[in-house]
């Protein structure tokens, strides 16, 4: 191969890892298309940096745009990422058909505005924070702890901030235990204020193609509220 060759493919490899988010450290897909930052999969550890680096690079994103995304791993950096991206005046939408579930909804509600397409589905459920994962007993949801405990603090502080108060965050973490999930209604979301649905015409297009489909069958299987 040619050294003019292998400099544009190494060029090429360059700017698909800048477009589309690759990074070894996270396993969340980031794309970015125009005005908007799509995200695919779980938020974990590397997601804050991704995204922010994503955004530092593509001034003009004014959308996070959510697809399908079954949670986090890492509850304090995805809510510091949420903190970041309301601090930046973003929006955040929920594709036509879309999934987001615990961590993926607490993160939608950075939006300033947040809409969402038709059909889509917004799972939420107690948290739960264990000490010993092997033993069950080694585990206790957010709704076994007292109210006043400071236990509630990182999330309920973080719903405070998103929505004005903690009435959705009481009501999230009442609705089912860690280990299963409440499809929200459209009367709970308009009650709680969790978004705007919103026309197909206006909907992104999903640009993930198959690992949507894939992904959203490893969150719901059928998603069926």
Not at 52 to 76: E, K, M, Q
Not at 127 to 150: H, L
Not at 154 to 159: I, M, P, R, T, V
Not at 212 to 222: H, K, S, Y
Request: hydrophobic content about 35%; proline content about 3%; charged content about 20%.
């Amino acid at each position: 191969m040619s050294q003019r060759m292998l400099r544009m493919l190494l060029a090429l490899f360059a700017t698909a890892a800048l477009l589309t988010g690759c990074d070894a450290t996270t396993a969340t897909q980031a794309l970015v298309d125009g005005d908007k930052l799509y995200l695919l999969g779980t938020f974990d550890h590397g997601t804050h940096k991704q995204v922010l680096d994503l955004l530092d690079s593509h001034p003009d994103v004014r959308t996070i745009v959510f697809t399908a995304n079954g949670g986090s791993i890492d509850d304090a950096r995805t809510l510091d990422l949420g903190r970041e991206l309301r601090k930046r005046g973003l929006n955040t939408h929920l594709i036509r058909n879309g999934v987001i579930v615990s961590g993926g909804v607490s993160l939608f509600l950075s939006g300033v505005r947040r809409t969402a397409g038709p059909g889509a589905l917004l799972g939420v459920h107690s948290w739960q924070q264990c000490w010993d994962y092997v033993v069950s007993s080694g585990c206790q949801d957010a709704r076994d702890y007292p109210t006043t405990s400071e236990e509630h603090d990182l999330h309920g502080d973080y719903g405070e901030t998103m929505l004005g108060d903690r009435e959705f965050y009481w009501f999230a973490i009442g609705s089912a235990p860690s280990r299963s999930v409440h499809w929200l209604s459209l009367s709970e979301a308009e009650r709680y204020g969790i978004f705007e649905a919103t026309q197909a015409a206006v909907d992104p297009t999903n640009p993930f193609g198959s690992i949507f489909a894939t992904e959203r069958e490893a969150i719901c299987g059928r998603c069926t509220p």
